[in-house]
């Protein structure tokens, strides 16, 4: 049974789990007996967050979101059949708060044996910055198939094998690794080599159909050929395919005014999107976390990510323009991205990062100029249209609502029902949870 008094949520919630039993109901309204009747085994619940959000007056108890949660907290006493597992969830400030006091004397009432948590995605090698509060917790007898602690983990402890993300980009590092140690590479038609060495399209099966690359250790007839394709491209023009593991030697689609053109050429590691603008990313003062072993972003954004006619509705305003200075600007390559917030869409500071869809080198160095130039004015209201030209070329677009599904790591197979806009999806993502993450808490929790 789910239960939750959001009625878009529910709608998402039923168009996905089709034999679900959803009550709009407060929880407030539930009894000990209805309670006990349900004979629950597992709990998951995300109270309200507002009552302990750094950016809220922090209430907490006092506070009448908390209601729904001190309600839990007093059926969990009173009742004769007390779930086997429970799995909690929250912002960051909740474990120092009133409200998770009660909580720990409670299951310490009721015979749990748990385990808090501070846990976000980066540790998982996914490019996404949310700290937040877990909490796992089992009915004695069960016991926990690791060493539990008083103290808050802030790191796991499970087998690796879990972690699928996490292993997914230390083979992506591993193969960029070998490609700093020495070797170059040779660009070829797919017509000149087997099928098997094509490049894959990650998340969507495809087979690029323009180009691959081959290790060599030394310059040969092609490899020459290769940099002089790149020479004739221009040296401001990084590739944009944004797919596949080796998003540095790959083709990509130029488009122009006669249809697409496919152009392909070798770049060598340094010249990596991530290497370039990096001033302009506010995400990489937030959460401390290493992230250097994250998957690239571009194994998140959907296809032809940096088509200006198919993400038209997701381009940033003209008036948003002049938000510059605070803004968290991303690419492809990046392998971070701020936390998004429900206000995203709809707000620009502190809401969540933007895409930048622009691979022009030149164009990036005089954005990051601008930003050194401006970073002490903040609330400027008077732009050059010079500068105001620079922020363009950048080509800025917020994240589609799939896009940050696929970063809270939401199966393919999720979508939204139709008749919600945007903005009502922006705002439920941005009271969602990482599946990723909460999928290995309820294998720890279970195991």
């Not at 748990?114 to 700290?131: A, V």
């Not at 198919?310 to 690419?331: A, G, H, P, S």
């Not at 009502?424 to 294998?443: A, D, P, T």
């Amino acid at each position: 049974m789910a239960m939750d008094v959001n009625t878009n949520a529910n709608l998402v919630y039923k168009h996905n789990f089709l034999n679900v039993n959803i009550n709009s109901s407060a929880i407030e309204s539930l009894t000990v007996k209805k309670f006990d009747s349900l004979r629950i085994d597992m709990i998951l619940m995300s109270p309200p967050c507002q009552p302990f959000t750094r950016v809220g007056k922090q209430k907490d108890t006092e506070d009448i979101r908390t209601k729904s949660f001190l309600h839990v907290l007093d059926l969990l006493k009173r009742s004769e059949k007390c779930p086997s597992y429970i799995l909690l969830e929250n912002v960051k400030g909740f474990e120092c708060s009133d409200s998770r006091m009660r909580l720990i004397e409670t299951l310490k009432d009721c015979g749990y044996n748990f385990q808090e948590l501070l846990l976000t995605p980066l540790q998982f090698g996914i490019p996404n910055s949310r700290l937040r509060y877990f909490l796992i917790a089992k009915k004695r007898p069960l016991q926990f198939s690791f060493q539990t602690s008083e103290e808050i983990m802030v790191k796991l402890n499970c087998p690796q094998d879990w972690l699928t993300y996490k292993l997914k980009s230390e083979a992506e590092t591993q193969s960029e690794q070998l490609k700093r140690e020495g070797h170059s590479f040779i660009c070829r038609r797919h017509s000149e080599v087997k099928s098997e060495n094509s490049v894959t399209q990650t998340g969507t099966g495809a087979t690029s159909q323009h180009s691959v690359c081959k290790r060599t250790n030394e310059d040969s007839a092609e490899n020459l050929n290769c940099k002089r394709q790149k020479q004739d491209v221009g040296s401001n023009v990084i590739s944009n395919a944004a797919k596949g593991d080796n998003l540095d030697c790959e083709s990509f689609d130029k488009e122009a005014s006669d249809k697409q053109k496919h152009i392909g050429f070798c770049l060598q590691n340094s010249d990596c999107l991530e290497n370039y603008g990096e001033n302009m990313r506010q995400s990489l003062t937030e959460d401390q976390a290493d992230y250097g072993l994250c998957l690239k972003l571009h194994h998140f954004l959907e296809d032809k990510f940096d088509s200006q006619d198919l993400f038209k509705e997701y381009l940033i305003t003209e008036k948003d323009l002049k938000r510059f200075m605070v803004m968290d600007i991303v690419n492809p390559c990046s392998r971070k991205t701020c936390c998004f917030t429900k206000r995203y869409g709809h707000y620009i500071d502190g809401a969540g990062s933007l895409v930048q869809m622009s691979t022009d080198i030149q164009c990036i160095n005089e954005a990051s100029k601008l930003k050194c130039k401006t970073s002490l004015e903040q609330n400027r209201d008077q732009w050059k249209d010079e500068e105001f030209e620079i922020v363009r070329c950048l080509k800025l677009r917020y994240f589609t609502p799939r896009e940050i599904a696929n970063i809270l790591c939401f199966p393919a197979s999720f979508s939204f029902p139709e008749g919600l806009t945007n903005r009502q999806k922006y705002m439920l993502l941005g009271n969602s949870l990482n599946v990723h993450i909460v999928s290995v808490l309820l294998r720890m929790l279970t195991s």
